[in-house]
């Protein structure tokens, strides 16, 4: 079979590459950055670790190993990107008044049972800032012998005009800033310098605080990335993501140090995941305190895996806005999808007609195209509907996708009857294909009767008028 090799987008060029692995490479060297748990993941967090699964399930369907490696930042950072403000788990700490020790385990097993509700393979290695504060100094301690720090009275700071390539991968105009206005900037020497140890303050001690060849302090942010996926994968990793908001300081960081420690390339991928956006912005931020978690969903009826879906319907480099009416969507969906498939769960089988590698060969294509989910997800709902395939092929092409949609398809549950709300939307969409149909704009009327399918809807139309009914 002749397949379309995985084309991925990367962030360093602004273009699709084929993805490969290098002569000898024997698996994918993948890093993701993780969550800071001194709060509950919200769901445009979740929704970055849903497109790095989607990333990972994809990788493997197309044959290749993965080692996944995910940081815990448990490590207190300052909130805002410039290495001032509070300490955020020195934060979370007051809030609930447990150390923030406490506070790292609790939001980082509340992290994971999240991952879990989602379906979220579990990476191969979890590592914590905290296990690794010895390689984070030996990084740092590398740049120095290399002359790229320097000192202050604050801490130990990465001198980032001595990386000539610094700007090249946010494309950051640097002269625009070298004769920009002045911002307070401390005593740092130009303003896209970055922390990579902090002192602690003379006057207190820090919940946390570890020695160090410059004094007692804690590392910079940016430099446990660099140090876990070095300590985990080697000094150049094959795909490094997160989300888009990392690309302008956190990965800008990563590069210059790690490149600069090393002399190589640190990642030959660099992937990112666009924001889920909320009608009320400030609910989709962290340190607010003021957000959605998938707690909330469920307690609002919603199953974890309709929140999957959701974020399946959009590609992972648009923005995706959230609205309860998107989710009860979702919802509706979901269940008309487990309503289609429940025939099949237990049934064997291979995909071995031709028409069955047409639908695999249809899907795998659009995995190919930088993770097209929403497109893959169409080829899904159009194969359960090609009545000339028998039910074993069905069963195994179910199989076969959903082991990049990670829908758990295939897991028997509970059905609801159809719902008052399921049958209204199906009825608004018959009227609206009616009125296309008057119109006689028949792409239209032909788009929603694709969608009424999606919906577990089949319906006929004869001289009297369109009836429907479930499938
Ligand atoms: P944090 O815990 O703040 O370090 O964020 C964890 C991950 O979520 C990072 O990869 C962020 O880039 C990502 N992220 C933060 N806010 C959003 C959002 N609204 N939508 C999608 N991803 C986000
Ligand atoms: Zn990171």
């Not at 849903?50 to 990788?59: A, H, M, Q, V």
């Not at 290695?125 to 202050?152: F, M, N, P, S, V």
């Not at 804690?218 to 094959?238: I, K, Q, Y």
Request: aromatic share 12%; proline share 3%; glycine share 6%.
């Amino acid at each position: 079979m002749i397949t379309k090799p995985l084309f991925l987008y990367n962030t360093a060029t602004r273009s699709k590459e084929q993805f490969t692995l290098p002569e000898g490479v024997p698996e994918v060297r993948l890093y993701a950055c993780g969550p800071t748990v001194y709060h509950y993941a919200h769901i445009g967090n979740l929704r970055t670790y849903l497109f790095e699964d989607l990333l990972r399930r994809s990788l493997e369907y197309f044959g290749f190993k993965v080692r996944h490696v995910v940081n815990i930042t448990d490590v207190g950072h300052l909130t805002s990107d410039e290495d001032e403000g509070e300490d955020k788990m020195e934060m979370g700490a007051e809030r609930t008044g447990k150390s923030v020790w406490e506070v790292a385990d609790f939001y980082t097993k509340r992290f994971q049972e999240d991952l879990k509700l989602l379906n979220v393979l579990t990476p191969t290695i979890w590592c914590k800032a905290t296990d690794h504060i010895k390689e984070q100094i030996a990084l740092i301690k590398k740049l120095e012998e290399k002359g790229y720090t320097y000192r202050t009275s604050d801490g130990i700071y990465f001198d980032s005009l001595k990386f000539p390539r610094y700007a090249d991968f946010a494309r950051i105009d640097i002269n625009g800033l070298k004769s920009g206005a002045r911002i307070d900037q401390g005593e740092k020497r130009f303003s896209t310098d970055f922390a990579l140890w902090k002192f602690s303050p003379k006057d207190r001690k820090r919940a946390m605080e570890w020695d160090s060849p410059w004094g007692v302090g804690f590392p910079g942010w940016h430099v446990e990335c660099s140090a876990m996926s070095m300590a985990h994968l080697g000094e150049t990793l094959d795909i490094h993501c997160g989300g888009t908001d990392h690309i302008r300081v956190h990965h800008t960081n990563e590069i210059a140090q790690s490149e600069c420690a090393t002399g190589k390339q640190f990642a030959r991928f660099w992937m990112h995941g666009e924001f889920l956006r909320e009608s009320n912005l400030d609910k989709m931020s962290k340190s607010s305190g003021d957000f959605l978690t998938l707690e909330v969903l469920i307690k609002k009826g919603f199953d974890p895996i309709a929140y999957r879906l959701f974020s399946l319907t959009s590609h992972y480099r648009n923005y995706l806005n959230f609205s309860w009416e998107a989710m009860e969507n979702a919802k509706i969906s979901l269940t008309a999808l487990r309503r289609r498939v429940e025939p099949f769960i237990g049934v064997d089988g291979e995909a071995k007609s031709v028409d069955a590698h047409e639908w695999s060969l249809k899907f795998r294509e659009y995995i190919a195209d930088d993770l097209n989910s929403s497109a893959a997800l169409g080829v899904l709902n159009l194969m359960l509907a090609d009545s000339s395939l028998e039910n074993g092929e069905k069963a195994a092409l179910i199989r076969e996708f959903d082991s990049v949609l990670g829908l758990n398809l295939l897991k028997r549950v509970e059905m609801p009857k159809h719902s008052a709300d399921e049958i209204a939307k199906v009825e608004a969409f018959i009227e609206e294909r009616n009125a296309a149909r008057v119109a006689k704009n028949w792409a239209e009327s032909d788009r929603l009767r694709d969608v009424l399918l999606t919906l577990g809807v089949v319906i006929k139309d004869s001289k009297d008028g369109t009836s429907w009914e479930w499938k």
